[in-house]
């Protein structure tokens, strides 16, 4: 079978690449279901877009350059901040319906912007009403064919480039041709001990493109987010994200002796940035401490309107969230790096390109501004949609000269990938240091030896860890406690 171009991935950036190349034809791939195995549609915290009065797309990129301590590219920060506004548009035109005050959109703060610019849609639910309306629309759409539950197991390539993928689905494995490759697949959670990201945001995409011979940068830069909820039965993978939002609202952090920890720590305490926050919460139980999340007087009866997704993951584990403090762990949450693309989406090989999560375009720099990941889906995911939407067709490959299908990236089995989980979460997690990274990376590298099936995604966790080693000093949410942390003002 042959497409214009596949987009492997159904997450914000995969659909919105997707729809805007119409009326080239597309081929969809995604592990589950269309719209629903991504990290997308479990987003809480809103997308960002300077649209309040006295606000603007330069004061939004400022403050992107703040988060990301300056080592943004300045080109891509300017694309994504001014794109932001036109994207929320063209959401709303796709019918998502977003929280409105007074007649105009309901602006939120959280943590790091200097204005209230962050839409949402259904209070804390904005990722799962994006994802229901750009699911309908490519759903809708007759230029693309989806192929739920299959994988994408190996990128298949003729004379240099990326000329197709085998996609591996319940009936088996299809070979799929197109003029384009674009990984759409998300993060890495998956990797580490706790997360915010589903298990699918394993790190198949760069295990791919690693795979093809493609450069990945920025690895070492992962972000955690400082409030997951602590479960009862203190489950590894998936945990329900506590909103940021939340302590935009007022709710603020405790030890288990009842002491704001946050107000020692830093002068905007609970408000401080996000990487400065989730270290002071691993501290704490670092120390032998727990921490909760009282938002019962800043929220209290409003919270099932307001932020319905998180109260009811708290009722669920038999936490009334109105009356009583919630349990927290900070969680792997977001990946700044990953394969490195230019302005245009292009990977360094060729016909393979890459968008949101899983591409590294450097507009994140070395921390991510909150709400910036749903907007980068959106923005640069169109955008290529559409360059690849007006290429012309190229000639068309025989199948005897494609050469390139080499072997399946594979799964990782349960163990192996909890050992994976424990050596990241440990020493290339929150807080890292030389003798720990060390460490992790000969364990690593033990590891792929030994398991060749499985060698492909653990080289993932071998990329990141060594790049963890080699930045020694601090910088964004890369914290080395054997240096000292570099913050741009
Ligand atoms: C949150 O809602 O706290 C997360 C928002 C984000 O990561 O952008």
């Known amino acids: 079978m042959h497409f214009d171009l596949i987009v492997i991935g159904s997450g914000i950036a995969g659909l919105s690449t997707a729809l805007a190349a119409a009326p080239r034809r597309v081929a969809l791939i995604t592990r589950g279901e269309l719209a629903r195995d991504g990290s997308s549609r479990w987003a809480q915290g809103g997308i ?118 085998a996609a591996r689905g319940p009936g088996g494995t299809l070979d799929l041709g197109a003029d384009a490759v674009v990984l759409a697949t998300g993060g890495i959670g998956a990797l580490y001990r706790h997360t915010t990201n589903p298990d699918t945001a394993d790190a198949g995409g760069l295990a791919l493109a690693l795979e093809a ?74 120390r032998g401490e727990t921490v909760w999340l009282d938002a019962a007087g800043a929220v209290g009866a409003a919270f099932p309107e307001r932020f319905p997704t998180v109260f009811a993951s708290c009722m669920s584990e038999g936490i009334d969230p109105r009356r009583e403090p919630m349990p927290v762990v900070p969680a792997q949450h977001y990946h700044m790096g990953g394969v490195r693309v230019d302005a245009q989406a292009r990977t360094t090989v060729p016909g393979l390109y890459a968008v949101g999560e899983v591409a590294c375009t450097g507009v994140h720099g070395a921390n991510r501004l909150a709400s910036n990941s749903l907007l980068e889906g959106l923005v640069f995911g169109g955008a290529l949609g559409r360059r690849l939407g007006a290429l012309a067709p190229l000639p068309r490959i025989a199948a005897a000269e494609v050469v390139g299908t080499r072997a399946d990236i594979g799964a990782v089995g349960a163990e192996i990938a909890q050992t994976v989980r424990d050596l990241l979460w440990r020493h290339a997690g929150l807080v890292r240091d030389a003798h720990g990274l060390q460490q992790a990376l000969r364990a690593l590298q033990a590891l792929s030896a030994q398991n060749t099936a499985e060698r492909r995604r653990i080289a993932v966790a071998v990329e990141l860890t060594a790049a963890a080693l080699q930045r020694r000093d601090s910088v964004g949410a890369h914290y080395r406690s054997d240096s000292v942390q570099v913050r741009a003002g």
Request: one cysteine or more; glycine letters at 14%; aromatic letters at 4%.
């Open 213 to 286: 011979g493609a450069a990945l940068s920025d690895m070492e830069f992962v972000q955690f987010h400082p409030t997951a909820l602590r479960t009862r039965d203190g489950r590894s993978g998936q945990l329900p994200l506590l909103t940021e939002a939340l302590r935009g609202a007022g709710a603020v952090l405790v030890n288990g002796a009842g002491k704001r920890f946050m107000r020692l720590i830093a002068r905007e305490a609970e408000l401080a940035p996000r990487d400065v926050v989730a270290r002071g919460v691993w501290g704490e139980l670092e």
């Open 48 to 165: 960002a877009a300077a649209i309040g009065e006295g606000d603007s797309a330069g004061a939004h990129a400022n403050d992107t350059l703040v988060a990301g301590n300056r080592l943004n590219d300045r080109d891509a920060v300017d694309a994504l901040t001014r794109g932001a506004a036109a994207a929320v548009d063209w959401l709303a035109g796709c019918g998502v319906a977003f929280d409105r005050a007074g007649g105009h959109y309901a602006l939120g703060r959280e943590a790091a912007h200097s204005q209230h610019r962050i839409v949402h849609a259904d209070g804390d639910a904005t990722g799962a009403a994006v994802m229901r309306a750009l699911g309908a629309a490519a759903r809708a759409a007759a230029h693309i064919d989806t192929f739920e539950h299959h994988e994408a197991a190996a990128l298949r390539r003729a004379g240099g480039r990326v000329v197709g993928v």
